[in-house]
């Protein structure tokens, strides 16, 4: 990883974030007993012929910059769930995706479908303050973890309850995934150095997925025809933003995926 990469200041922001919240860890575990036990994420997104519906709440990104400025998470969300998603993902970094923590209470209050706290996690207090706002899973991204970080953190999702999305964006990473007990698999198909995505990458990647692994294909998606590719892959589920966040109508939008991920033969039997 270079030392100017985008991915380094989003960890080193964390980092102060995290610092700043530590003191807060035995605050956010106590707060999980008053919170409804987790909804099966993983669950959600698995089905033996559809391709589900991971449906993004973004304003902003490092790529793309501005992508629906002052969006109501809410009335997104409630959008993606009218429009048959499967489950959301909700960014809760503010600093360069606009997102937080805020977006995430009020999906919650919202919609009753499956979330994940989508965040650059780092350390437990992010793990117990994603639960304690009613996260169903939470984001690992093997590339800003070191082995016993990944298998901590990861043994902590599972122990609230929670389910553990892993991502890999190369063949290495995936096998670190893997190794790690992951059994919610997600490919990132943009380089976050270049921001370049590849939907290639998630297809070539897919026959090393265990059966019992559900496979998430990220980045990048944004046409029935893409939703095809992904389906003949074999992959479970496909996570959306920034397509269906830049349209006027979010629900429509949404539904014409999903409508399209369920076709007749849409995975390889
Ligand atoms: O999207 C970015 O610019 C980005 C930059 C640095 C780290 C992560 C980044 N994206 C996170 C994601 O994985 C996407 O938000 C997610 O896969 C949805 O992708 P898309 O449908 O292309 O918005």
């Not at 973004?58 to 959008?79: H, L, N, Q, T």
């Not at 590339?143 to 929670?162: N, Y």
């Not at 892959?233 to 991920?261: F, H, K, T, W």
């Amino acid at each position: 990883m270079s030392s100017t990469s985008i991915l380094d200041r989003i960890v080193a922001t964390k980092r102060d974030e995290v610092k700043a919240a530590s003191g807060r860890l035995a605050e956010y575990r106590d707060m999980t007993r008053q919170v409804p036990a987790p909804r099966g994420f993983a669950a959600a997104l698995t089905h033996p012929s559809h391709v589900r519906l991971l449906a993004e709440v973004k304003r902003r990104s490092p790529s793309a910059g501005d992508i629906r400025p002052g969006a109501d998470p809410a009335a997104i969300a409630r959008d993606y769930a009218a429009g048959g998603a499967a489950a959301l993902s909700v960014l809760t970094d503010r600093d360069y995706f606009g997102g937080g923590m805020d977006a995430l209470h009020a999906v919650r209050a919202a919609v009753d479908l499956p979330l994940i706290r989508k965040d650059f996690v780092i350390h437990p207090v992010q793990v117990w303050e994603a639960r304690a706002a009613g996260a169903d899973a939470v984001l690992l991204i093997v590339r800003i973890l070191d082995p016993s970080q990944l298998a901590e953190l990861h043994a902590l999702i599972r122990e609230t309850g929670m389910d553990a999305l892993v991502e890999a964006h190369t063949e290495a990473e995936l096998e670190v995934a893997l190794a790690a007990g992951a059994t919610l698999v997600g490919v990132n198909n943009r380089d976050l150095d270049t921001f370049a995505t590849d939907l290639e990458l998630s297809i070539r990647l897919a026959p090393r997925l265990p059966e019992s692994v559900t496979y998430v294909a990220e980045s990048g998606i944004r046409t029935a025809a893409d939703v095809d590719r992904l389906g003949a892959a074999g992959v479970n589920a496909i996570l959306v933003g920034e397509s269906l966040m830049r349209q006027p109508d979010v629900r429509a939008a949404a539904a014409a995926l999903v409508e399209r991920s369920r076709a007749p033969g849409m995975r390889p039997a």
